[in-house]
């Protein structure tokens, strides 16, 4: 699978925004799909993910009760709805998914495909 990601951009605290994630090919409902991000000088970090159908959601601590990850499968597109946006949101974000057969939350050594990220920047 190919994963575009888009609709990052320059906001200010507060603001909201929402990535897009565009999968190739037509088994996107098969793969479980996460949303990383990763700021300069940082490690990667677990935003959220989304298992296969949906039903099973995860956040990391730091964007939970802000931000919102759904999907879309008969689009091929995972979303991530970004709300009350702080300047230490700011990183490069990637979208990312597997085809691993249990719900691989935030473990990132489980996701084998990975998108090529978008920039957010929040300003104070």
């Known amino acids: 699978v190919q994963l575009q990601a888009s609709g990052g951009g320059l906001v200010q605290a507060g603001d909201s925004l929402r990535l897009s994630c565009a999968a190739s090919?037509?088994?996107?409902?098969?793969?479980?799909m996460g949303w990383f991000r990763q700021a300069p000088g940082k490690e990667r970090e677990f935003v959220a993910a989304i298992s296969t159908s949906a039903i099973t959601t995860l956040y990391g601590d730091s964007v939970k009760g802000r931000f919102t990850i759904s999907r879309d499968n008969a689009k091929n597109t995972v979303y991530l709805q970004m709300s009350n946006l702080k300047p230490e949101d700011t990183a490069a974000y990637y979208c990312a998914a597997t085809l691993y057969t249990r719900f691989p939350g935030s473990s990132v050594s489980l996701y084998h495909y990975w998108g090529q990220g978008t920039q957010v920047t929040v300003s104070s």
């Open positions: 090919g037509r088994t996107f409902i098969n793969y479980h």
